[in-house]
């Protein structure tokens, strides 16, 4: 009985309510077919468009020194060729026997035909100078730090950095889109602080990577990073540390191997180790240096790894060229290592200038003393007079350049000096009296005038 | 000019292995399959020691009698030289290192198999990556004189006179005020964008950008938009509703010359005017073209017949047609100024190597002689050569007919794989792109057409190896090994419509 009665009521709502399905999809396709593009300009109402142009204003640049072959006419203390391997007559004739067996560019990325023996025996020589599992070689000293980062750290993760670190980890940071947090410079203290905050924010779990990111000896200040208390930090926060060996690869350790060395830390207690060919190999490119399932991972991700042409094969031969000689000469560190503290001594003696930088590290930064006052293009510039005073006098000092607005942490402008193996005692002691020579020869007074 | 090259392609076949058999299978389909199905699906006893390529052909051939053809004997790739060797057999001779590759990447090796090959996967169009002749002997030649590297940036104390020099050639070659140059081309776009637009600009960014134009944008912190490929009316669509907005200081067009993974030409005539109609701004990325594109390799300025004072920002490469590394941006004297106080490149990384300066000035010399400009017109002729080749082979080739990039599609994964290797095993050393850098369903083959002397043969003789690919073991109508789709013969498609490259691949069923 109740079945009927349902089936009799079903049969006229079911035709109702088809009959509306039919209706309202009908009025939705019309509505829809009837729509179409309509032109935001071509309304009545007027639309102003100035298109601001590409370069707003026109800007006057510092004009560089032009240099000849490092040190050919001046002695260069700003580049940065700690061990002078760009005299070695040795590197440049295998440079040049590569060149007339490979021809100059690669012409291809890695993965496109782009890799030579050469790319392969090196990765092969630093994974066993360093200890490692596996290397891979980037193209670009900037670049490698900068695709090392967003190859593991994506959006969402969150990456603790030291605020010193140098503009290529700061925009590799940036490309990686990840949460970052900044700590005080070389200050496990602070970084301990941010950490538990953290983690007590939940910050820190099981779902999110989080990363750590130091240099070894720091670009920006020539101070080295307390790796000890930072190893020990992440751990028991669960970090991954990313460590930027750029300038402590062939400096610092019995045999160059940096940091890890120096500080007798075990390896493979860091994740990945970021190093430049630039500075002390003194030819172009970078590497990353961990175990094999680390370092394979940028082969598909590290972008400037991709999608960027391999190293030229001289550039490479040169680097292998530069590994065997600083194995078969593990003195050279020495001298280097000397060079550095004499440095320290003898900068502790000027006038006019502070300085920054730890005695082992080959770079140390010189500032103006008694500046508190002066705005920094000021300093910039007087800095700038200085160098180019030296300039003249036969010794080239770099100003580090900075994009002051687009730095995280801008530091204060310095020259930066680069301690190296050539260094002898009449070129130091030199150094130091012709910077305060140029500084009473171009401050007038004595005094910095803010403009 | 020989390259060793890692065979990136076996990386995602898989290896199946039952007791001392072991039978190497490609794709990702196939990789799931146990070994029993696969060793049915060839209908070869479970017991064969070696399976070889006849074996597969065989089977396949029995399969079509049939009137069942099995679409799983195309994802087996043939025998690989450890099974060779395995079988006593000597493997073949060198010089390309294979890589033994699994499922994932981390279990992959190097077999220390060899071999020869005719290297069509590098860029080296106008062959001035030569270890001999006028380009390498000045090279040598500003090695001695200026040493490998300078060892710091070009604002501090990088700076010598070979850079100076290059730039002023570049701005010349280019028919622009001036141009600045960087250490690697990756670099110009990662660390020149991000000093030239602000996040009040919009960018209409072209969807195959490569990824440095990507990197660069994200980091210059704009707003993109991303338009058709190439197609210029949805470019204006987005152009026109971007201004009626009103938000934006300026809009932004970011092109590719030559797009790496299509082989297309921007319709740059088409996006100037448009740029000139609505006061937009053009940013051009020539890393393909520059040198291998236009009567005088001036790049698709000089392709497309536009004066490069009309584009805003010329950004290029010298990796490819001039035989080094680095790149470069150009244009307005004020621009380049604004470039060297606020890109990155010239304040923070190291300079160019004097070698690799010297080594792109000796080649944009040469490209002023005759014997020069003879280069770039065998790289067109050859381009145009292999294309027709391709065609009347029946295979899928996109692109424009100039362009130097010619891609071959062969649509999956599996099919790439096996292609790449079967032109191996013929010596000609190619490149399969795949799912990462393509639609999961049009994977392709990257040839890159080159002008050597000694390559025109090359070229040559490879449009001659599809043909003896499909060879008496191959059914009849399949070019490579395109074998198992069941269309009717097709006519080519020319796909050189000059000024609106088709967006729809051409369909095969």
């Not at chain 1, 070129?427 to 020579?437: P, T, V």
């Not at chain 2, 051939?61 to 395995?86: E, F, I, K, N």
């Not at chain 2, 448009?274 to 051009?284: A, I, P, S």
Request: proline share 5%.
């Amino acid at each position: 009985m109740i079945l009927v009665d349902i089936y009799e009521m079903m049969s006229c709502w079911t035709f109702l309510i088809a009959l509306q399905v039919v209706i309202v999809s009908t009025y939705f396709l019309w509505t829809r077919k009837s729509k179409k593009y309509k032109d935001p300009l071509m309304t009545d109402e007027r639309i102003e468009w100035n298109p601001m142009p590409l370069v707003p204003y026109e800007v006057e640049n510092e004009e560089p020194p032009l240099m000849g072959k490092i040190d050919e006419n001046v002695l260069n203390v700003g580049a940065t060729s700690f061990l002078c391997l760009d005299k070695e007559e040795v590197i440049l004739e295998n440079a040049i026997n590569c060149l007339h067996k490979y021809g100059v560019g690669s012409c291809g990325p890695r993965g496109f035909y782009g890799t030579i023996d050469v790319h392969l025996e090196l990765e092969e020589r630093l994974a066993k100078f360093l200890e490692v599992e596996e290397t891979c070689v980037y193209s670009y000293g900037f670049s490698t730090v900068a695709s090392a980062i967003p190859a593991y750290s994506k959006k969402g993760d969150i990456i603790f950095a030291d605020e010193a670190v140098w503009f290529a980890v700061q925009k590799g940071i940036e490309a990686s889109r990840s949460t970052v947090r900044y700590f005080k410079h070389n200050d496990a203290s602070d970084l301990e602080r941010l950490l538990s905050e953290a983690a007590q924010k939940k910050e820190l779990n099981p779902k999110r990577r989080a990363f750590l990111v130091v240099e070894a000896i720091y670009f920006n200040t020539g101070e080295m990073c307390p790796l000890k208390q930072v190893v020990e930090l992440a751990r028991r926060f669960k970090l991954r540390i990313i460590l930027d060996e750029s300038l402590t690869i062939g400096v610092l350790g019995k045999h160059g191997r940096g940091i890890t060395e120096h500080l007798k830390i075990p390896r493979d207690e860091i994740d990945l180790i970021v190093g430049s060919l630039e500075h002390s190999f003194a030819t172009i490119g970078g590497f990353c240096a961990g175990t094999h399932f680390i370092v394979e991972h940028q082969r598909l991700s590290g972008l400037g790894y991709c999608f960027s042409a391999s190293l030229p094969p001289m550039l490479t031969q040169a680097a292998i060229t530069a590994l065997d000689i600083l194995e078969q000469k593990p003195d050279m560190l020495k001298e280097l290592d000397e060079n550095s503290k004499k440095l320290n001594k003898a900068l502790a003696e000027l006038k006019h200038f502070t300085f920054r930088g730890n005695e082992l590290s080959p770079v140390k930064h010189i500032y103006l003393k008694n500046t508190d006052k002066t705005d920094d293009s000021t300093k910039q510039s007087c800095l700038r007079k200085i160098a180019n005073y030296c300039m003249e006098k036969g010794v080239a000092f770099a100003v580090a350049a900075y994009l002051r607005d687009v730095e995280v942490n801008c530091p204060e402008p310095s020259i930066r000096l680069a301690s190296s193996r050539k260094l002898n005692d009449t070129n130091i002691s030199m150094i130091c009296n012709l910077l305060d020579e140029a500084y009473e020869s171009v401050v007038p007074n004595n005094k910095l005038q803010s403009s | 000019n020989i390259c060793v090259g890692i065979k990136n392609n076996i990386m995602e076949s898989s290896e199946v292995r039952c007791g001392r058999e072991c039978v190497r299978v490609a794709g990702v389909r196939a990789a799931v399959q146990p070994l029993r199905a696969v060793l049915l699906a060839l209908r070869v006893p479970a017991r064969a020691t070696l399976l070889q390529p006849s074996h597969l052909l065989r089977a396949r051939r029995r399969a079509h009698s049939q009137g069942a053809p099995h679409r799983r004997l195309q994802l087996v790739l043939p025998v690989s030289a450890r099974r060779l060797q395995l079988a006593g057999r000597a493997p073949p001779a060198p010089c390309r290192l294979g890589r033994l590759g699994c499922i994932a990447s981390s279990v992959a090796r190097f077999t220390g198999e060899e071999r020869r090959c005719i290297n069509l996967g590098s860029y080296n169009y106008l062959g001035f990556a030569e270890p001999t002749g006028p380009c390498a002997d000045a090279a040598a030649e500003a090695t001695r004189r200026y040493g490998l590297a300078l060892a710091s940036s070009r604002a501090e104390l990088g700076s010598c006179p070979l850079h100076e020099e290059l730039e002023e050639a570049t701005a010349r070659f280019l028919g622009v005020e001036a141009a600045l140059v960087c250490g690697m081309g990756f670099a110009t776009n990662a660390l020149g964008l991000p000093g030239l637009l602000g996040p009040g600009a919009l960018v209409l960014s072209d969807e195959n950008n490569h990824a440095s134009l990507i990197l660069g944008l994200r980091l210059a912190r704009v707003t993109v938009r991303v338009f058709r490929h190439n197609d210029l009316r949805h470019l204006e669509r987005l152009a026109r509703d971007a201004i009626a907005e009103r938000r934006w200081t300026n809009i932004v067009v970011v092109v590719e010359g030559v797009y790496s993974m299509e082989g297309s030409i921007v319709p740059l005539q088409g996006i100037i005017a448009l740029k000139k109609r609505l006061g937009l701004q053009v940013y051009l990325d020539e890393a393909h073209s520059v040198g291998a594109l236009g009567a005088h390799a001036r790049g698709v300025t000089d392709h497309c017949g536009v004066r490069p004072a009309d584009v805003d920002v010329l950004m290029g490469t010298f990796t490819k047609s001039f035989g080094a590394a680095g790149g470069y941006i150009a244009g307005s004297a004020k621009l380049i100024k604004w470039l060297r106080a606020h890109g990155h490149m010239h304040a923070y990384a190291h300079a160019m190597s004097p070698a690799v300066c010297m080594q792109i000035l000796a080649a944009m010399r040469a490209l002023r002689t005759p014997s020069g400009l003879r280069r770039v017109r065998t790289l067109r002729d050859n381009t145009h050569y292999f294309r027709s080749r391709l065609r009347a082979l029946g295979v899928v080739a996109y692109g424009h007919e100039d362009s130097p990039v010619v891609p071959m599609l062969v649509y999956t994964f599996s099919n790439m794989a096996a292609v790449v290797e079967r032109l191996t095993a013929r010596g000609i050393a190619t490149v399969g792109v795949g799912f990462p850098a393509t639609p999961l369903y049009k994977a392709r083959i990257s040839w890159s057409a080159a002008s050597t002397p000694s390559r025109r043969s090359s070229t040559s003789s490879d449009c001659a190896t599809p043909v003896s690919l499909s060879d008496r073991h191959a059914p009849p109508r399949t070019p490579v090994s395109l074998s198992d789709r069941h269309a009717p013969p097709r006519t080519p498609v020319s796909l050189s419509d000059r000024h609106a490259p088709p967006r729809t691949p051409v369909s095969l069923s």
